[in-house]
Each structure stands twice: as C-alpha cells, then as structure tokens.
C-alpha cells in the first residue's frame, strides 16, 4: 500500500533553512517520491529549504518513527528522506553493524570463463565490499548501515536505492558533483585467475571527507567494519582513520577484511605497507589463502604457521577463507577449521562478503561466542553457507542469501 502524506498532516512547524546542494538521499532531487519499503512520500513544493522535521505515524499496526531531511533544489520542488525505526521486524535497538568505504558497479561477464577482452557482455550489479557486507547483515535480519560516498549521477542514485530497498541506514552516504560513480569489471577466467579492471580518476568513494563523517551514527555502532580500499588516497584515508577513532572510542568491535586489490594501489608494496598500517587495531581480520602469502611475502597459505604470523596482542579472531575448502579460525585460546558447503558455483563475486556478513551477524549478536569453540563453529559455519549461496548467481548483491536461504541448505549438509 502506498500512502501520501502532506506538511499538514505531519503536524510539525517547519523552519527554514539556506539552501544547501549537499544531501542524503536514496533518489535524486528529480523523483516525485521517495519510497522506504512499503511507506511513501511525496515531493512538496516549495520556495524555502526545510529542516528537522520529525513525525510518528501508524500503519498496519506498526508505529513508524522517522526523521525528515527535507532539501530545496533548484527548481525540482522539496525532497522528503524517511528512515524508519523498524523495518522487516527489526527492533530500532537491535545492535548496530557500520560498514565503512566503497560502493560501486561491477560488471560481471554474462559468459564465464573467460577474459575481459574476450566477454561479449556484461552484467551490471551492485557492488563493493563494505556495501555488499551492510546489504548481508540486513538480508540475514540484522541491522546494519553504510557510510561512503557516490557520484551525483544515475549509477550513484541506483545504488542508494538498492541500500533502501535492502533496509540498510544510508544516514551515512553521500553524493559528490565533482566525481562519478566508481566501474569495475571483474570476470573468473577458465585458468581460475579473476581479473579486475577499474573506472575511478578519482571516483566519488576517494572524495570522502572527515568533516562529512556522521559522527553520531559511527558512535552507534557495536561492530565498526572497513576494508583497505579506502586506505589507499586522501581524503578518503584520513575520514577512515578518523573514523575507526571515533568508532573505537565509542566501544565499537573493530572488522577488518582487507580485500586486497592490487591494481588500485601504486604498487605492492604501497599496499602491504598500507593494509598493515592499521592491522594492529582490529578485534576481527578475515584474509584470504592469496593474502596470506602477499602479506607475509611467500607464507605458506595453508600453514597455521603462516596464519599466526598475523596475529596480533589485540586481535581476538582471525579467519582465513578458503572457497569451498570452508575457513580456518584462530584466537588466542583455540584454532581449527569448518569445512565449506559445497553448491554448483557460477560466480565467486562477493562470496567473501557474503562469508563475513554471515559471521559479524553472528557476532554482532552475541560476541562472546569467540570463547567458545562449539559455538563459534556453529556461526563459521552459517557463515560458510552464506559465502557457498553467494557463489550460485553472477554478482555480489544480487546473489546475497536472506536467513531462511542459509537455514534451508544447512539442514541439508
């Protein structure tokens, strides 16, 4: 059911603000409405910007709470934002899983098995491994949110979109003017080497401010989780180190994958000297076999030798995902490993993400399972399901499993 809703009903004042070309919004200034889930609202005309309206209103039983940004652009009329305190049956205090960096497009090969040059077509999806993280918590009823930026253009809008659609907080996204949308195209050749190439002189993701940091939801979250992309230039770094700062201050579990993708980086050693430059920081790392042997230069990935070279005094679990083969698990009392799900794999395109939103919805939930073995088990293993069902559709959000997916093919192993 859609419903419309006017200044008047909302029962607010409204107070006016300057015009600001600076927002957060799931649909650019053109659209007549925004939508967040089955909940409408349309666009009101206006010569004046409006600011700090909230409402309550009540449908189906479900008392919905949210907060207004409503902006004046230029000729388009006024542009209402609403955020609903429970979604999908999610509690508005259920604790809080923040993914900070990129969001992007992937195109994906319609044919496998070959190489980028030789792909006659390509398939657009939504990507990037912070978002594809807070999109998977949210699929599998957790609560999550996404902190990045994205280009003023129609690939960037698409992507807020996917974020509300998902029940993601987009409170933290951005868009820039300056700079589009980051492209990447990434295919699995038949020899099993993936290939990446990527569209961002700079993209909107590098573009990311401190000042444009929204502190008081970085403060919220009980897990804070980055990747290394947004390591590699400034402005984006200095807003990542700020906010691990403030996230840690808040008390926030620190998740770490680094995600390695070496053509983004000058060079390798610019990019071990910077995923290792914030590595003793984390309470979670998940790696992978290949970087295992780049971050230890030529460690065996599958030693636990290797892998303990990466611990750290402070670092609580660290997981290495190896495909199908399952994952291995260390901390500081306990190692061991959980074979995988084994499922007919079209595309591994975000089946590491899946991995890690499995096992932070877990964690997020309860993170004193890490001192437990059966039990952290038990979520590696959801976790393993989560990456298996990632592999059997091209692209990563779009081959992202709801819980009842992952519940569904565990009792079937």
Known sequence: MEMSITGSELGTSFACSPQTSSFSASTPPSSSKIRNGDFSLKSMRSKSSLSGITFRKTKDADSLGASQNILNHSGAGVLVKASASEQNGVPEDSPLVICFGEMLIDFVPTVAGLSLADAPAFKKAPGGAPANVAVGIARLGGKSAFIGKVGDDEFGYMLADILKKNNVDDGGMLFDKGARTALAFVTLRADGEREFMFFRNPSADMLLKESELNVDLIKKSKIFHYGSISLITDPCRSSHLAAMKIAKAAGAILSYDPNLRLPLWPSAEAARDGILSIWNE????????????????????????????????????????????????????????????????????????????????????????????????????????????????????????????????????
Do not use: W
Not at 303 to 317: C, F, R, W
Not at 328 to 339: D, H, Q
Not at 366 to 395: M, P, Q, V
């Open 282 to 413: 984390a309470d979670i790392i998940k790696i992978s076999e290949e970087e295992i042997t780049f971050l230890t230069q030529g460690g065996d990935p599958y030693s636990d030798e290797s892998a303990l070279k990466l611990m750290h005094p402070n670092l609580k679990l660290l997981l290495v995902t190896e495909g199908q083969a399952g994952c291995r698990y260390y901390t500081k009392e306990f190692k061991g490993r959980v074979p995988g799900v084994k499922v007919e794999a079209i595309d591994t395109t975000g089946a590491g993400d899946a991995f890690v939103a499995g096992i932070l919805s877990q964690l997020v939930k309860d993170f004193s399972l890490i001192k437990d073995e059966a039990r952290l088990k038990e979520a590696l293993k959801f976790a393993n399901a989560c990456g298996a069902i990632a592999t059997t559709e091209r692209g990563a959000i779009p081959a992202l499993p709801d819980k009842k997916t992952v519940l569904e093919i565990l009792r079937k192993h």
